[in-house]
């Protein structure tokens, strides 16, 4: 054989194997590859208002900031008297929302993940309604996941005849028949923003200017970088044990989007350029009413903090924990900042400024104490999936200090936003929220809600006054608590309450028939355990679920 046809063919072998080598690196990697391109910074020019106020700021229906958190969990904030790392992170900022109006006490996320939860509290109404059950997802990274090496004996489970029929990630999203809370409010006059994550649908018609909102900076997709993995500025956490966090930091982009545009690097760590554009939109509106949509991707992993935050926090030895504090410190200080702005352009008095988070804190994070006292995790329907800080302050008609018992869900927001601002509910549709201001105000008594309903696939839960009930899909089981006497789940009651299951049961069919059929197909069940986070060992006879995604 001559040299040349040997040299060639030993080229080929070594590119073929080193192919074969490489190609769970390129499968990894894919999708980043395949991102549009993000041009340098530009500024945003915000629509300005009125030079002077046609009507004085306290003679107009009230401004509404709404401020969601992103995988925030019940004790990442310390105004309950807890706090990341054992209390050593404080957050003052956010506390006082809680403190100088109203906390309520059983605030419910709409769903126990991202999208979900942010369709209900859009659009006032239980997602399964139409169709939004599971958060979209694009098949290359649900085949990651599942692909994941693990020693647990449960494992993630691919549909493969789902992923042959699953639409493109951008077409899962609202249906464009869905009324939004941006344009019930622009009805009214209110001129309406959106600021940073979307998680809705990228798809002509489901976009968030396509639903209502004048403006929109920020990013349809789920997660985003807040900086350029090797900027200086950036102090990074990984997590090796978490396929979700090895496919984040091979694709996510540093962008945004102003209005539909090309992507576009921001200036700055992701959490403070929002809340510098929080700032403009607030001074551009002054002398106008404005809804301000204002969804922070903090702490949502990637774990990446900015450095000045991280030092500042020397007190926190372990580094994952520290990165994610700092996550949070800088998460309260915008919060902190929007509402001294508020201040600064009087408009205090007359603003509804409320906050929450999309879910619960995330277990495969690793950390074990950020939902603290409750069981579970971000994607399932124990309270720490669910149960979240749910604060509304409004100087002019909250007295500080207010906290309501009983449970409340994301889906009010719709309806105390509008009712508000004056607007009368649609007759059109079903509202599941109801006005929460007759309950702060004490010109209404008992549970603004008696019975609430969550569903993932054949995963179903009823809260109907203090008890609960799940019906779990895999391991296929119910699971009964009292929540009186139980508030953390410790005691499965199921066994010893036969009837009050089969009437939650019977609830829970009625509100199946209510429902409609998820408009895409979930492509993978994950198992997660209760009782410990990702990235740690299994123990015998745990309890789990199975999540559909």
Known sequence: MKTWLKILLGTVALLLVGGYLAKDYVLLHLAGWLSPHVYPNRPVAWQKGPDTPRVPADKRPPNIVLIVADDLGYNDISF????????????????????????????????????????????????????????????????????????????????????????????????????????????????????????????????????????????????????????????????????????????????????????????????????????????????????????????????????????????????????????????????????????????????????????????????????????????TFFEGGMKVPFFMRWPAQIRAGTRIAGPVSHFDIFATAGKAAGIAMPADRAIDGVDLMPFVEGKATGAPHQTLFWRDGAYRVVREGDWKLQMLDLPHKALLFDMRADPTEQHDVAAQQPAVVARLQALLAKHDKESVKPAWPSLIRSPIAIDRPLGTRPKPGETYIYWAN
């Open 80 to 379: 309950n008297g807890g706090g990341v790392a054992g209390g050593l992170l404080k957050t003052p900022h956010i506390d006082a929302l809680g403190r100088d109006g109203v906390s309520f006490a059983d605030g419910y996320a709409g769903n126990a993940t991202c999208a979900p939860s942010r369709a209900a509290l859009m659009t006032g109404r239980y997602p399964t309604r139409f169709g939004f059950e599971f958060t979209p997802t694009d098949t290359r990274f649900a085949r990651t996941i599942a692909g994941f090496p693990t020693s647990w004996e449960h494992r993630t489970i691919f549909d493969e005849e789902a992923a042959r029929n699953d639409p493109p990630a951008d077409d899962k999203g609202m249906p464009r028949s869905e009324l939004t809370i941006a344009q019930l409010m622009r009805g009214k006059g209110y001129h309406t923003l959106h600021l940073g994550k979307w998680h809705l649908g990228g798809a002509k018609g489901m976009r968030p200017e396509d639903k209502g909102f004048d403006e929109s900076l920020g990013f349809i997709i789920g997660a985003q970088m807040f900086l350029p993995e090797t900027d200086p500025n950036a102090a990074n956490s990984k997590q090796d044990f978490d396929p979700i966090d090895k496919y984040i930091w091979a694709n996510l982009p540093f962008s945004v989007q102003y209005n539909g545009s090309a992507p576009f690097r921001p200036s700055r760590y992701m959490t403070d350029y929002l809340t510098d554009q929080a700032i403009d939109t607030i001074r551009a509106n002054r002398n106008r009413p404005f809804f301000l949509y204002l969804a922070y991707n903090a702490p949502h992993t990637p774990l990446q903090a900015l450095k000045a935050d991280y030092d500042a926090l020397p007190q926190i030895a372990d580094h994952r924990t520290r990165v994610y504090a700092a996550m949070i410190r800088a998460l309260d200080r915008g919060v902190g900042r929007v509402t001294a702005e508020l201040k600064a352009q009087g408009l205090d008095k007359n603003t509804l400024v409320i906050f929450t988070s999309d879910n619960g804190g995330a277990h495969y994070i690793g950390l074990p104490d950020i939902n603290r006292p409750y069981r579970g995790w971000k994607a």
